[in-house]
Nanobody, 123 residues
C-alpha cells in the first residue's frame, strides 16, 4: 500500500507563489512516475504535472507550463510542485498521485491518491 500526504496549500494573491509537498510511504515510491492533479468546484479533476521515476522527464499541462515546476527527492520519498505567477484560475484542491501505467495525463491511470490540499488565489 502507498499513502500520500499533501501539504503547502493556502491563500495567496495573484502573482504570488506556493510550494506544494507530497510525502509518500511505501517501498516502491522510487519505481513510479508521480503526478499532480487539481479539481476546482464544479469541474472535473485535471492533470497538472508529472515526473518520471528518476526525475529526468517532466510533463505539464499547457495551462501551467512555464509557471509550475515539478520535482522529486527519492531519498526522502517526496514530490514537490513549485507554483509561480499564480492566477485566480489556479484555485483548486491539488492532489498528489502515483502512476500505475498508461497515460500520464489521465487520472484513471493513477492508483493512489492523497487527500488533497486547497490552493486559493485571490485577484
Amino acid at each position: 500500500q502507498v499513502q500520500l500526504v499533501e501539504s503547502g496549500g493556502g491563500l495567496v494573491q495573484a502573482g504570488g507563489s506556493l510550494r506544494l509537498s507530497c510525502a509518500a510511504s511505501g517501498r516502491t515510491f522510487t519505481s513510479y512516475t508521480m503526478g499532480w492533479f487539481r479539481q476546482a468546484p464544479g469541474k472535473e479533476r485535471e492533470f497538472v504535472a508529472a515526473i518520471n521515476w528518476s526525475g529526468g522527464s517532466t510533463f505539464y499541462a499547457d495551462s501551467v507550463k512555464g509557471r509550475f515546476t515539478i520535482s522529486r527527492d527519492n531519498a526522502k520519498k517526496m514530490v514537490f510542485l513549485q507554483m509561480n505567477s499564480l492566477k485566480p484560475e489556479d484555485t483548486a484542491v491539488y492532489y498528489c498521485a502515483q502512476h500505475r501505467g498508461g497515460s500520464y495525463y489521465s487520472s484513471l491511470d493513477y492508483a493512489y491518491w492523497g487527500q488533497g490540499t486547497q490552493v486559493t488565489v485571490s485577484s
